[in-house]
């Protein structure tokens, strides 16, 4: 399964980035799918505090966290990484996560970021499930991105 996400953000693809790197979540939430299951995201870090292929990533959320290996590290351009472990329930019906940002300037300046998270289910994941974690990721997209837009403008 693919889920695909796409925001400009107004600023310079060099003030997006470290946002990939390192960045809270503090806003409430206003989606009920959270409310549902679907893991809100509070921290996502560089755990050793250096990114590089191979590095540790890490993503917090209230009800658990995702280990990741970076695989690919262009900054600003381009950040792949990987689940290597999680507490989280998505455990039982994913079998592998991998997680692509890619950033692209506009002509006005700022920043277009695209994510793309990929997902293998578990072989007998019901139709059901694979739906709810479709929904559920792209509520978490749009909540970092929701994050991310108020964490540049505070900065600005």
């Known amino acids: 399964m693919r889920v695909t996400s796409e925001v400009d953000f107004p600023a310079p693809a060099d003030a997006v980035w470290p946002l990939l790197c390192d960045s809270q979540m503090a806003l409430p939430h206003r989606c009920p799918v959270f409310c549902l299951g679907t893991p809100r995201p509070v921290e996502c ?14 993503c917090i959320a209230v009800e658990g966290s995702v280990q990741q290996e970076i695989t690919q590290w262009e900054p ?5 990484f990987q689940m290597v472990g999680t507490d989280l329930c998505q ?8 997680e692509q940002f890619e950033l692209a300037s506009t002509r006005s300046g700022g920043t277009t970021v695209t994510r793309t998270t990929l997902v293998t289910m578990r072989p007998g994941a019901r139709r059901l499930a694979t739906m709810g974690v479709y929904i559920g990721l792209k509520s978490v997209h749009r909540y970092v991105f929701r994050n ?5 403008t505070t900065a600005a």
């Open 91 to 98: 455990r039982h019906v994913c079998a592998a996560v991998e």
């Open 45 to 58: 870090r560089l755990p050793d505090g250096v990114g590089e292929a191979g590095a540790p990533r890490e």
């Open 148 to 152: 991310w837009q108020a964490a540049l």
């Open 76 to 80: 600003p351009h381009r950040l792949v």
